[in-house]
């Protein structure tokens, strides 16, 4: 039996213009008991036509910056029985100007709201806003219907809703707008604090992102079976020494930074271990660069380098990630294990046929000491 329902409506865009498009993307939940919903409906109803909405919706944006109006209308939200939980982006700090475009945009938020919410609410009726020109719900409905399955997130179920026939989704659109007031740069004010305090008894939680990304973070936000504490430990480490200390004085240093940078972005929104596909990383990384990137010295003055620093990083041939599952470094030894030996093998091959040939005269690994010792171990 489901033991909550949400109600989930966005605030922002993903226009990185931030003096004049704005600095935040927030996603607010409304969460209530099913029980609860036919009488905050009613309740909901109540406060549309005290507060002068007529027959319309509870819209933000019909409020706009009639400060006091909210808070009035605020005041009296507050006393109905529901929590809120947020999602809240700061388009400033994602790292790559790949998320410019749409699609990568969309596609960061889809992971991130999709782990949090049901990670946090694991028995979960989800409902969004299908009305008027809604396109990141309409992609995050996209995306369920793609991802979601019942024994991932046990019981849970999803569907999209009118707002304009769904009061609770009203409710959830005042409540975005209200978080864009307090929180974007340009819609914030001197009420903001006030705003803010009314609420505060509502909130379960507000998820801020992206954020310093700590161990403790890593192992809560964990929703894979076959996650490692102690891997993934070691992994964020060394990725944090390695951040502190880079100068980022080259260009292939920035590069590093904002590849381990796009690494914990990734790895913060994924619900199961993942790997980020190379084309993806390269559209981002090659979004601050004056040329594009080129595969091998991707391969080798980034990755290569990172791992000759003792940074720990999985590959396959579907890209890259931060281990934190046995598996995940598997992956690399078993890639590495199939280039390496084979080379071994056609190196040795080569030696013992000109040796023999030379009558042992001639050894080509005098000059490799490190290869030879090798070879000559493992005969």
Do not use: W
């Not at 100007?97 to 979960?124: A, C, D, H, I």
């Not at 619900?271 to 601050?288: A, G, P």
């Not at 999985?314 to 690399?332: A, H, N, V």
């Amino acid at each position: 039996m489901i033991s909550k329902v949400a109600y989930v409506d966005e605030f922002g865009n993903n226009s990185f213009k931030f003096d004049s498009q704005g600095s935040h993307f927030i996603v607010a939940s409304i969460i209530c008991k099913p029980d609860k919903v036919n009488d905050l409906e009613k309740s909901i109803d109540e406060i549309r036509k005290k507060h002068g909405f007529q027959t319309g919706e509870i819209k933000s944006s019909k409020v706009s910056k009639n400060h006091k109006r909210r808070i009035r209308i605020l005041e009296d939200i507050v006393k109905l029985d529901f929590s809120i939980y947020a999602v809240i982006i700061d388009k400033r700090e994602l790292i790559g100007q790949g998320f410019k475009y749409k699609k990568s945009f969309y596609k960061y938020l889809n992971n991130l709201l999709y782990k949090e919410l049901f990670r946090t609410f694991p028995e979960l009726d989800l409902y969004v806003d299908e009305h008027g020109g809604n396109d990141y719900m309409l992609e995050f409905k996209k995306y369920v219907h793609k991802h979601h399955t019942k024994n991932l997130f046990s019981g849970s179920d999803f569907d999209i809703k009118n707002s304009k026939n769904e009061k609770l989704i009203q409710l959830a659109d005042f409540i975005a707008g209200t978080l864009g007031f307090i929180f974007d740069i340009t819609k914030a004010s001197k009420y903001s604090d006030e705003f803010k305090k009314i609420i505060e008894p509502k909130l379960s939680d507000l998820n801020f992102f992206p954020k310093k990304y700590s161990f403790e973070e890593v192992k809560q936000a964990n929703t894979d079976n076959e996650f490692d504490p102690l891997i993934a430990k070691v992994s964020l480490q060394r990725i944090n020494s390695f951040l502190d200390n880079c100068l980022g004085d080259e260009q292939y240093k920035v590069d590093q930074i904002n590849f381990l940078k796009l690494l914990l972005l990734f790895q913060r929104v994924y619900y199961k271990s993942k790997f980020v596909l190379t084309d993806e990383i390269f559209k981002h990384l090659n979004q601050s660069r004056d040329s594009d990137l080129k595969k091998e010295y991707f391969r080798t003055k980034v990755v290569g380098n990172l791992r000759d620093q003792g940074v720990l990083i999985s590959s396959s041939r579907s890209g890259y990630k931060i281990p934190t599952t046995r598996k995940d470094l598997e992956s690399f030894v078993s890639h590495g294990n199939g280039i390496i030996l084979p080379m071994l093998n056609r190196i040795n091959e080569m030696r013992k046929a000109i040796k023999l040939a030379s009558g042992k005269e001639l050894d080509i690994l005098e000059n490799f000491d490190e290869l030879k010792d090798i070879i000559d171990k493992n005969k």
